[in-house]
């Protein structure tokens, strides 16, 4: 029904910035709420940020103002701008959004991404 495409990943040495970017595609009314989460080596997954159709925001604690979110509702697209980047930022990037069926609009079901992996090393 949903397919969540992730690119932008990669290596980069710390303090340096990577963009991020998840394309949804396929059969859906809409989408609300789309959703940037991280798994590092051995740890659990945590909530990155979160953005609303209309463009509130949420940040996780962790990433004290370095992280930027953002959405093209037009190309049903979300982006995380990372600044700053330290090695606890090595982690797999997973987007997530919560999609409408396409027959009823008040029915919502939660979609992932597999995931773009972001490593942090000098």
């Known amino acids: 029904q949903v397919q969540l495409e992730e690119s932008g990943g990669g290596l980069v040495r710390p303090g340096g910035s990577l963009r991020l970017s998840c394309a949804a595609s396929?059969?859906?009314?809409?989408?609300?709420?789309m959703s940037w989460y991280r798994q590092g080596p051995g740890q659990q997954r945590d909530l990155v940020a979160y953005i609303t159709h209309s463009g509130d925001t949420h940040y996780g604690d962790f990433l004290r103002g370095r992280f930027t979110i953002s959405r093209d509702n037009s190309k049903n697209t979300v982006y995380l701008q990372m600044n700053g980047l330290k090695p606890e930022d090595t982690a797999l990037y997973l987007c997530?959004?919560?999609?409408?069926?396409?027959?009823?609009?008040?029915?919502?079901?939660?979609?992932w991404g597999e995931g773009t992996q972001v490593t942090v090393s000098s």
């Open positions: 997530n959004a919560d999609a409408s069926d396409p027959t009823n609009h008040n029915h919502y079901r939660t979609f």
């Open positions: 396929g059969v859906f009314g809409s989408i609300t709420t």
